[in-house]
């Protein structure tokens, strides 16, 4: 990657952070408070046609592993 996509990528950033302030403080509560096996996610997305279409997983030993591989990074 290059220094002018890397500040592509920041500018980008900054204008979602702004544009969804609640979206980061949630992730860095979730940071925060950290995955664990165990833990429960769920994602929900709801189209402007009105579908929905969810998600969810069950955190397990080795998710949380890659996460902090990938933290760590």
């Known amino acids: 990657m290059q220094i ?39 994602i929900s997305v709801t189209f402007p046609d009105g579908e929905k279409k969810e998600a969810g997983l069950h955190v397990k030993p080795e998710d949380v592993q890659l996460l902090q591989m990938l933290q760590s990074m």
Do not use: C, E, M, S
């Not at 302030?21 to 509560?29: G, R």
């Open 4 to 42: 002018g996509d890397l500040f592509k990528v920041k500018q980008a950033w900054n204008t979602f952070r702004n544009n969804h302030p609640q979206f980061p403080a949630f992730l860095n509560d979730v940071n925060r408070k950290g995955l664990a096996p165990g833990t429960d996610i769920t």
